[in-house]
């Protein structure tokens, strides 16, 4: 069982930065493992994922160049630079034991959730 906790959301102004954590317990070890975000209204958009343990990050077309993944100590980190207001959203940390999840974004873990607010 895998457990997730994000922090690191915030509001921060057109073209800042932030870093967003997701402290996991259990292993997670070949897990797929991204994060996800949903603004009001909207569905629920992949933003990044990659295979826990030296994976190559997959990055949606509106995140590339802007956003990076990395994982260090039990620790997914999801670093945004040049935030834009369309990057307002509540952003998830999730995990899947099925390596397919990285393409499929269907998780079987999840966080809470931290929020994130651009203006």
């Known amino acids: 069982h895998v457990q997730l906790v994000e922090s690191g959301g915030g509001s921060v102004q057109v073209g800042g930065s932030l870093r967003l954590s997701c402290a996991y317990s259990?292993?997670?070890?070949?897990?797929?493992m991204g994060w996800f975000r949903q603004a009001p209204g909207k569905e629920r958009e992949a933003v990044a994922a990659f295979k826990a343990g030296g994976g190559t990050p997959l990055y949606a077309d509106s995140v590339k160049a802007r956003f990076t993944l990395s994982q260090l100590n039990n620790t997914l980190y999801l670093q945004m630079n040049n935030l834009t207001p369309g990057d307002s959203a509540m952003y998830y940390c999730?995990?899947?034991?099925?390596?397919?999840?990285?393409?499929?974004?269907?998780?079987?873990?999840w966080g809470q959730g931290t929020q994130v607010t651009v203006s």
């Open positions: 999730a995990a899947d034991r099925q390596l397919s999840a990285c393409l499929t974004s269907k998780f079987g873990y």
């Open positions: 259990g292993s997670t070890y070949g897990y797929c």
